[in-house]
């Protein structure tokens, strides 16, 4: 794979969830879950499975930092 995103963050899928477009695909990165939109043909295409191993992209021209008060 090579892509230009910087922010590529390998996991375990433990979730896929199909709607009547979109579905809801939940990542485990290191104890972390991630979660993408991403279209139900997308899943298709790409054989989603709970189970496998996926990258989640993250590509934002911003990047925002916060602390608590």
């Not at 939109?37 to 790409?46: F, H, K, P, R, Y």
């Not at 054989?47 to 911003?62: F, P, Q, R």
């Amino acid at each position: 794979m090579k892509i230009s995103a910087r922010n590529r963050l390998k996991g375990k899928i433990v979730e896929v969830t199909k709607g009547a477009t979109t579905a809801h695909v939940r990542i485990n990165v290191g104890g972390s879950i991630v979660t993408a939109s991403i279209t139900n043909e997308a899943v298709d295409e790409l054989g989603l499975k709970v189970g496998g191993e996926a990258y989640a992209v993250v590509k934002a021209s911003d990047v925002m930092v916060a602390v608590d008060d």
